[in-house]
């Protein structure tokens, strides 16, 4: 079995909820649902677009932490409070993954964890990097 290697952003809800931003185990990178969160405060309230870019940006981020990169990405999980904002959401991941076109599904839930909080994604990558 390949080396796993779990990557923390040292948020206290990895402790207290048992989870790791991302798990990379061999060329495979998974990334945990992400929110728009910054440094404890709702990125974009209100607004689809800039929550979805907020939270595309730190999964980028924790990949380029893993070894891997965007163009890695083979599939994204979005999910939505508001469906009908989907529009607003899809630019914001086309801006991110327009050439690269992972498998993607976008799924309408009743609720996230916050209120505020509007959109949340997950990626999976695999790199050429072992």
Do not use: C
């Amino acid at each position: 079995m390949s080396k796993r290697l779990n990557i923390s952003t040292g948020v206290k809800w990895e402790d207290i909820v048992g989870y790791s931003r991302a798990v990379r185990v061999g060329n495979r990178i998974i990334v945990s649902g992400t929110t728009s969160i910054v440094n404890g405060e709702i990125e974009g309230k209100g607004d689809y677009y800039i929550q979805t870019k907020t939270i595309l940006s730190k999964i980028e981020k924790v990949l380029n932490e893993a070894g891997s990169k965007l163009g890695d990405v083979v599939r994204t999980r979005i999910y939505v409070k508001d469906i009908s904002k989907w529009e607003n959401v899809g630019r914001a991941h086309g801006e991110y993954f327009g050439k690269i076109k992972p498998a993607s599904s976008m799924i309408g839930i009743a609720s996230l964890v916050d209120p505020e909080m509007l959109v949340e994604i997950e990626a999976e990558a695999v790199t050429d990097q072992d």
